[in-house]
């Protein structure tokens, strides 16, 4: 199968620090692939070329290719915001903007000009369901975002970014702040997303990571060490130095 | 030497200690002491007209007091004209300036702008006046074709631009104050940057904007020089819809124009601090509103 992204020897500095060197890696559709190490391995970096998030960000360098079906989105002439609305991204901590449950999802569609109301109706009520988030708000859908539990928070950032029907979701470590059952539920709904949707995900711990991979890539200093499909990278990896991270020897 | 032996001995008492402790403490008490005295003062001289004029008169229409005419209402609404008006210009270009400012200008420009916008604080209201009467009045006059250049209006506009520096550095303050991710969140919703600032970073700093434009108010409504030297002065009710567009006179102006000549203890003398406690009402009612805002920290869901 085609990959959907593909890192073609791509090397990314902050100033003169290097935070990825010469990346190269093939990212599969409808499928989840884990990008996980210790930290300061350049793995919200990686994360951030997607969407071209890192474009914020002053002073940095990057060399090679990102190509998203084919097509190097780093040329001139790439309409970015365009760009985003394909690559969902979900941040490390829920993070409602200002407003209702309602206002929140029906954000980005809004931006995109759907204004004809059915459809925006639809539009919540199919994002909310992906999230696994509708049965417990549909009742409240006109209440402060701020209002939700940290757990419901966070599904309702997943349910913004599906909200723009994108084609691939970043998630950079979406659990991190939030408690066991709140993380199953999240973990759950990704299960089903992987279906419809290209998943990229930085865990926020190796037994996550190895829960929810169908592919794993190490990182280690901004390296890759190795790229596997999940299952045989946490049983039988083959570099020393991504067992030795997996067993806890280091990280 | 000696105040060194003599203070690392416990056994003494520590004079320098405690004599620089009661004197921060005078101090504290006498600024607080101060403001009470104020208080006091405009209660006790101004309290009288409230029975020696009747209700009828001192909030009729017509400011004459040569003829026992108190009339405050023309007063209070010219103030309240001027002022409104004021923000109304203040409002959207401080806000602007202060997105610009935090969100839009290069580090090398914003270096630049800040410290001018302080200095524009710092100008003596006086001199704002001079220049309100010497080339804001006349624009007025020639391009609004209104029969004086001294107008409402004219008062507005140096009002205005005197309630901006504090309006821009509050309002950055709290753009500032929204975290790098939310501007992040909208960006990665396919956000444009305006997007983004309108319609994510504005609304999270709402209540800072709140209190700035609070602020402003605060700072336009008790301004007086520049006020008496460019509104013309005339306590007529703006009622009418031209009213802008011409003379007015407010309440702080009226009370530092007239109270040198007054006599001490009469009706009129009165009348003035009267003035003064409806203003200082006011100004605590603008004030106590933002202090609500500030304190009425809203829940940033999750964030910390």
Redo the contacts between chains.
Sequence with gaps: MEPKIRFQNVSYFYGDRPALRGVTLDIPPNAITVIFGPAGGGKTTLLRLI?R?ND?VEGTRMTGRVLLDGQDIYTPGVDV?????RV??V?A???????TVRENIL??PK??GVRDQARLDEILERSLRLAALWDEVKDRLDD?????S?GQ??RL?IA??LA?EPEVLLLDEPTS?LDPISTGKVEEALQELKHQYTIVIVPHSVQQAARVADYAAFFLMGELVECQPGRDLFTTPRDRRTEDYITGRFG | MGKFTFSSNPSHPRWGEFAIESTIRLLAFSSIGFVILIFFFLIREGLPIFWEVSPDNLFGTRWYPNFGLFGTVPLILGSLLVTVTAILIALPLGVATAVFVREVAPNWAREILKPMIEILAGIPSVVLGFFGMTIVAPLVREVLGAPTGLTAFTGAIILAYMALPTIISVAEDALDAVPK????????????QW?TIW??VV??A?SGIVTAVMLGLGRAIGETMAVMMVTGNAARMPLTLDSLFRPIRTMTATIAAEMGEVAQGSVHYHALFGIGIILFVITFIINATAAVTIFKK??????R
């Design positions: 969407n998030l914020e915001p365009l760009l985003r609305r969902g991204m941040f901590l829920p993070l409602p903007l200002p407003g954000y980005g931006l995109a402060p975002a701020s209002r939700l940290g928070q966070q950032c913004r970014s723009m702040g | 991710s939310y501007r992040d969140a909208g960006l990665a919703m396919g956000a444009t997007q319609r994510v609304p999270a709402r809203p829940r940033r869901g999750g964030l």
